[in-house]
């Protein structure tokens, strides 16, 4: 994949905005703070192409990124962010309608390698199984571990999830590029079936 060729495409705020051209789309999915957005940009190896914010919440809207003849998904993130209810509740309906258009080639679900699995991060993962969605999981934040930490945090991050051995979990970091080519790895093995 030339990631040379990739450029912002569109930034869809309902299911009627969604690109009418299907090419794969591969789904980067995971609570507000996770760094979502950072994932993008380090995979694209681009500093702002997905815009990052200073405080969880920045997504809001179902962002697509073409690249390569296909699309890099940023979702609005779950669970944690100083936004009112109200605007919770549109993103968890687009979500949902993203969901429905059955869309998702492949989907990233990254989670915080510092903690266990929330409980959000557990339902995704189930919703993923239970759909036959192929996916990665990225511990993003492995530099914010100590080098110690790291082997017992993935356990608890693979056992949570009770991912199968055939899973990748990826020990990830969007700041300091660790994990990036395996991840990358992972996206072209499953558009290349």
Same mark, same amino acid.
């Given at each position: 994949m030339? !990631?040379q060729?990739?450029? %912002?495409?569109?930034?869809?705020?309902?299911?009627?905005?969604f690109?009418?051209?299907r090419l794969?789309? &591969?789904a980067?999915?995971g609570?507000?703070?996770v760094?979502?957005?950072?994932a993008?940009?380090?995979?694209?190896?681009?500093?702002? &192409?997905?815009? !990052?914010?200073g405080?969880?919440?920045?997504?809001?809207?179902?962002?697509?990124?073409?690249v390569d003849?296909?699309?890099f998904?940023?979702?609005p993130?779950?669970?944690y962010?100083?936004?009112?209810?109200?605007e919770?509740?549109?993103?968890a309906?687009?979500m949902e309608?993203? %969901?429905?258009?059955?869309?998702?080639d %492949?989907?990233?679900l990254?989670?915080?390698?510092?903690h266990?699995?929330?409980?959000?991060d &557990?339902?995704?993962v189930?919703?993923?199984?239970?759909?036959?969605?192929?996916?990665?999981?990225a511990a993003?934040?492995?530099?914010?571990?100590?080098?110690?930490?790291?082997p017992?945090?993935?356990r608890t991050?693979r056992?949570d999830?009770?991912?199968?051995?055939?899973?990748?979990?990826?020990?990830?970091?969007?700041?300091?590029?660790t994990?990036?080519?395996?991840l990358?790895?992972? &996206?072209?093995?499953?558009?290349?079936s």
């Amino acid at each position: 994949m030339n !990631v040379q060729k990739a450029e %912002f495409l569109l930034s869809a705020a309902s299911a009627e905005q969604f690109p009418k051209t299907r090419l794969p789309e &591969i789904a980067f999915l995971g609570k507000s703070n996770v760094g979502k957005s950072s994932a993008i940009n380090c995979l694209l190896r681009r500093k702002q &192409i997905a815009k !990052v914010g200073g405080k969880p919440g920045k997504t809001v809207h179902v962002n697509y990124f073409l690249v390569d003849g296909c699309y890099f998904v940023d979702l609005p993130g779950y669970g944690y962010a100083q936004v009112p209810q109200s605007e919770k509740e549109r993103w968890a309906k687009l979500m949902e309608q993203y %969901f429905a258009a059955g869309r998702v080639d %492949f989907a990233v679900l990254l989670v915080d390698a510092r903690h266990a699995p929330t409980q959000n991060d &557990i339902t995704m993962v189930n919703w993923l199984k239970d759909a036959g969605c192929p996916y990665s999981v990225a511990a993003n934040k492995i530099d914010r571990c100590k080098k110690s930490e790291i082997p017992g945090n993935l356990r608890t991050i693979r056992e949570d999830l009770a991912l199968p051995d055939s899973c990748a979990l990826i020990p990830f970091s969007a700041e300091k590029g660790t994990g990036r080519d395996e991840l990358m790895r992972s &996206i072209l093995a499953a558009i290349a079936s």
